[in-house]
């Protein structure tokens, strides 16, 4: 799924460079990797997939999706060998260290989408209970020992089990989205050092938003202006930092709909971010 339709504030205080300002993910927390032209982040820090979800698309991400044997490979080496993740910090309520993706049937039950950003839209892979099949020969990788999605107890929520002994290791395992765990970010392209490093000097929210816009920034981060867009391209707000009064920006008269806040910084560098009321 592309980011990003529903996003939710959920703050953690960070400090650094003689800054604080809140965000979804603490840096310290977060291990980094790359394959097959996306950029991924290993969250460790223990959130509902719903929450896990709102952070990923906070950080213009989804969570991750594993569509062939090479991805599910690659990011099970990540999780297991170099993320740095004990296991014993990500235990689901049976105990087994699990790692949230991207999967869900929350919207109709059996039909398992890629839906990373929490928007219910999303292609789906997988068709039923543990006896299902799946949809356009779309890569799997449930667990058979017990058998996978079982749906017990309302489990509409994807994720990858960690913990070696586990007798589906390696394997996908649907959980209730309660469960507080880690989670991956995927982003649909390879993100340099500095563009993580802008994602973490800003932090949009609410959104969805109904009058008013907070962003907390670096306050070494120079901004020039602060832009709203429609889905269509059409710039509707222009907004100097001078403008902003306790870092907010009033979106009142905004109708409903998506848009693009971009923030435009005096280094040419622009952060955007889809907002929606």
Request: glycine letters at 8%; one cysteine or more.
């Amino acid at each position: 799924m592309k980011p990003a339709k529903k996003i939710l504030l959920f703050v953690i205080l960070i400090t650094g460079c003689n800054f604080s300002f809140s965000q979804c993910a603490n840096p310290i927390n977060i291990f980094s990797f790359v394959h097959n032209g996306h950029s991924y982040e290993v969250v460790k820090e223990n959130k509902t997939w719903t929450n896990a979800a709102a952070c990923a698309v906070s950080r213009n991400g989804y969570l991750a999706e594993i569509n062939d044997l090479a991805e599910q490979n690659a990011i099970f080496t990540e999780l297991t060998s170099n993320a740095g993740i004990t296991i014993t910090s990500t235990q689901n309520q049976f105990g087994t260290a699990s790692v949230w993706l991207g999967g869900s049937d929350a919207v109709t039950e059996g039909n398992w989408i890629w839906d990373g950003d929490n928007n219910g839209i999303g292609t789906q892979f997988w068709s039923g209970g543990p006896n299902g099949v799946p949809i356009g020969r779309r890569y799997t990788k449930w667990g058979t020992s017990p058998a996978e999605p079982d749906n017990s107890g309302g489990q509409d929520h994807l994720t990858i089990i960690i913990k070696p002994t586990a007798v589906n290791y390696g394997r996908w395992n649907d959980l209730i989205s309660t469960n507080s765990i880690y989670y991956l970010i995927e982003y649909s392209t390879i993100l340099s050092n500095q563009d993580l490093e802008l994602k973490d000097q800003l932090n949009i929210y609410p959104n969805p938003f109904n009058n008013i816009i907070t962003i907390d920034y670096n306050k070494s981060t120079a901004i020039d202006k602060i832009t709203i867009v429609t889905i269509l391209s059409q710039e509707i707000k222009i907004i100097s930092p001078e403008e902003m009064t306790n870092n907010e920006i009033d979106v009142s008269s905004l109708n409903n709909g998506m848009y693009l806040l971009n923030v435009h910084l005096k280094n040419g560098k622009v952060i955007s971010q889809k907002i929606v009321k």
